[in-house]
């Protein structure tokens, strides 16, 4: 967990490198002299050419939540079709009890995760 979050901050220390000069290019933002940088400072640009962290996150969470929420219906229907056939049999009643449940869980995950990047850009200042 601790490598996680050190690379996820890691990740945002970098993009925060972002372009705020109204300039077309990394180079032109680079030579401009009008910038009040220290005597032998490097210029550091963007490659990713974001705002941010969410500029990256968003539509990768955004392609997940697509794809969650055609999958947990289709998984929610599967486990209550199991629990109908499962004729009496607790074991797969069960089984059908958890993957209804996991199902929720992971998508209840994929709902908080929409906001989480919002979040680590406040926690970390970006």
Request: charged share 15%.
């Amino acid at each position: 967990m601790n490598k996680f979050l050190i690379v996820l901050l890691s990740l945002g220390l970098l993009l925060s490198f972002s372009s705020v000069h109204a300039a077309d290019t990394c180079e032109e933002y680079c030579a401009d002299t009008t910038l009040d940088m220290p005597e032998g400072s490097v210029c550091y640009c963007n490659p990713l050419s974001g705002d941010g962290l969410s500029s990256i996150i968003d539509p990768i969470i955004g392609f997940i939540f697509k794809i969650s929420v055609v999958v947990v219906p289709v998984l929610v229907i599967y486990g209550a079709f199991m629990i109908i056939t499962a004729a009496g049999d607790a074991e797969k009643i069960k089984q059908a009890k958890q993957i209804i449940f996991w199902t929720l869980v992971g998508f209840i995950i994929v709902l908080l995760s929409r906001g989480m990047s919002d979040l680590i850009e406040v926690l970390i200042g970006i």
